[in-house]
């Protein structure tokens, strides 16, 4: 038994599909940018440049309170 193939059928299967590509190209732009942000805190953490902010106020105060 021979199956008819409509245009139709294709036409809506490429363009389905053109839908899914775009959705895990948007999927994949944000997974890309997570990994960035993961890489650049991981960097930070081994360059020891991570500031803690309530050692700087309290730095601070110390410098204020001595002038």
């Given at each position: 038994m021979?199956?008819?193939i409509l245009v139709t059928d294709?036409?809506?299967t490429?363009?389905?599909?053109?839908?899914?590509?775009e959705k895990l190209q948007q999927k994949m732009f944000f997974i890309?940018?997570?990994i960035e942000v993961?890489?650049?805190c991981i960097q930070m953490i081994e360059?020891?440049?991570?500031?803690?902010?309530?050692?700087?106020?309290h730095t601070k105060m110390i410098e204020e309170d001595d002038e």
């Open positions: 021979a199956k008819l294709i036409v809506e490429k363009l389905r599909k053109e839908k899914e590509l890309k940018k997570d993961t890489n650049m360059q020891e440049t991570v500031l803690d902010i309530r050692e700087q106020m």
